[in-house]
Structures are given as C-alpha cells and as structure tokens.
C-alpha cells in the first residue's frame, strides 16, 4: 500500500480543525460558562496551553475550570504549576464528560468547596472531583 503523505499533511489542519469544533459542542454548556465568567471578571491575563486558554483575574475567587477556560485568581499564580495543573486536570474530566461535567464534577465541586473550610479537618482534596483532577493533572500533594 502507498501511503500518499503531501495529502495526509493537507489534510491534517482540517482534521484537527473537526476535532477542535467537534469538542467544543461535546463541551458546550461549561463553554458557555466559562465565557460567560470571562466576560464578567475580565481577567488581566491569559495564555494557550494543552488545549486549554488560562486566565489570571483579580477578581476571580479561588480557580475554576469550565471546558476550555480556565480562570484563576491573580495572586494564586503558582510557580510550581500545582494550581494550573490542577484545574488541567478538571479540563481534562470536561472533555471526558461532556455535557455531564457540570452534574458529575462542577456542582458537586461547587458545593464541596463552599461547605469546605480549614476548621473541617478533612483534605480538601479528598474529594472525588479534586482526587480525581489531581490525579488528571499529575499532582502529587505528597
Ligand atoms: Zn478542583
């Protein structure tokens, strides 16, 4: 068989343009979060990285993961990456989930966080949503 290689590598782009469209429908509720939270926190900074866009906003509480948008707070910009690769990890279980993200992980996330605090004496990230984007994102709290 004679592979015709110049037509594969004419037809990469598209494929990778189809697969990119084709995610972000399979994401689309948490797209739409995400630009929402975007457009209402206007974040001061952001860069592209493993398919994901990152911000960095002031404003932002804590670090959230909706699809392709990640936002962080400012100041818990994380020279080790732990956050970042953290919330890759929630990228992550969003592309493995879809439209089941928001019921599976971002609310039940969502509550765990709010009913959380320090004094409850249990790891924050012992919960399944946060073991599990820890485990996603290779993040070793050991
Ligand atoms: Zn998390």
């Known amino acids: 068989m004679k592979v015709d290689s110049p037509n594969l590598q004419r037809f990469e782009p598209v494929l990778r343009k189809v697969v990119t469209i084709l995610l972000y429908v399979w994401q ?30 002031s404003r932002m509480r804590g670090g959230i993961s909706l699809g392709r948008y990640i936002v962080i707070r400012d100041v818990m910009k994380d020279y ?12 992550k279980q969003s592309r493995i989930l879809g439209w089941f993200y928001l019921f599976v ?3 039940p996330s969502l509550l765990w966080a709010a009913w959380w605090n320090e004094s409850r004496n249990r790891d924050y990230y012992s919960f399944y949503t946060e073991r599990w984007a820890d485990h996603l994102g290779g993040v070793n709290r050991c």
């Not at 080790?80 to 990228?91: I, K, N, Y």
């Open 105 to 107: 992980i971002g609310i």
């Open 28 to 57: 689309l509720p948490q797209n739409l979060a995400g630009l929402l939270l975007v457009a209402v926190l206007r974040p001061e900074q952001s860069y592209d990285y493993e398919g994901s866009r990152i911000y960095y906003a």
């Open 80 to 91: 080790t990456g732990a956050v970042e690769q953290h919330e890759l990890g929630h990228a």
